[in-house]
């Protein structure tokens, strides 16, 4: 069997991987063909990659951020966390060698993973800006830090009208991020839906809600901050302002991760998360 042709991706900006660097270039080179070394940045990658996997090297917000980057590409990444929680980048340096064969063997677990796409229009109906969002897509109210209004539309029916800080709307692998943080449910990965969670609602009544994957999201900015934003991932964002909408839905591509055969989802919940973690009883296990 011909050894897997690998894409490197390395962020030197966590002192581990740049210490660890040497190991990882000979214990690639004994299970795999590395093809191309690149920094874990946004730069245009070069053409004509030819590659079966991609190693990603830094913490969950690289691979995120390689996820983007490598989309139009179709390459399943290999997220080896060096990062402070590692639930999107599934194995560290150990786990990795010792699932080597299951990982560079030929038969990898491929797990496909939603996209959303994000469009801002402008009262014209001009589309002024596109993006895409592995986590979540945010409309958050900024500075001055006044309350905002949009009106919600899904698919075409006229939804809730939102005052608050803003809202969220979360793929299923960003629901244990930003939107857990604002009170919002998680979503097994497995699952094709959108989270929509509002940030500090002024409401008794707006609960989060999830909305099947097809649905397509139109949040119409009624009144906004100077520092009103749409924000992408906790990276790219774009101003926003009254009378502009933005739309959210499934992209038609899907992110794939390579998973780690030595663990769950759930397992990853209870160990990283500390899911339904009770307190700390003096009692406990008695």
């Known amino acids: 069997m011909s050894r ?36 874990a940045d946004n730069a245009p990658l070069p053409t004509g990659i030819e590659a079966d996997l991609a190693v990603v090297l830094g913490g969950d917000g690289t691979l995120l951020g390689q996820a983007r980057r490598l989309l139009d590409l179709a390459i399943p990444m290999v997220g080896v966390n060096f990062g402070r929680l590692g639930l999107l980048a599934e194995f560290d340096w150990t786990s ?10 030929g038969q990898p677990i491929v797990r496909e993973r939603m996209v959303l796409e994000a469009a801002v229009e402008n009262e014209r ?30 698919d075409d029916d006229e939804g809730p009208d939102l005052t608050g800080d803003g809202v969220i709307l979360s793929t299923p692998i960003g629901s244990t991020a930003y939107n857990v943080s604002a009170g919002g449910p998680i979503v097994h990965p497995d699952l094709d839906a959108i989270v929509i969670t509002p940030s500090a609602a002024h409401s008794l009544a707006f609960r989060p809600i999830v909305a099947p994957g097809s649905a397509v999201l ?31 839905r499934r992209h038609g591509q899907r992110v794939k991760f390579v998973g780690n055969p030595s ?7 209870l160990d990283k998360m500390r899911w339904a973690a009770p307190p700390n009883y003096r009692d406990r296990g008695r």
């Open 218 to 248: 139109r949040a119409v900015m009624i009144r906004a901050n100077p520092g009103t934003t749409l924000v992408l991932d906790g990276n790219s964002a774009v101003h926003l302002a009254p009378g502009q909408t933005v739309t959210v």
């Open 125 to 154: 109906g001009e589309t002024v800006y596109r993006g895409v969002a592995i986590n979540d897509c945010v409309v958050t109210a900024g500075y001055p830090f006044r309350m905002i209004e949009l009106l919600l539309h899904i």
């Open 263 to 269: 663990t769950t989802y759930w397992r990853t919940l």
């Open 96 to 105: 990795l060698v010792q699932n080597a064969e299951a990982v560079f063997g």
């Open 4 to 39: 897997p042709r690998v894409l490197l991706l390395l962020n030197h900006a966590r002192d581990e991987v740049s210490e660890r660097l040497d190991e990882v270039r000979r214990t690639l080179g004994d299970l795999a063909e590395v093809v191309l070394e690149l920094e």
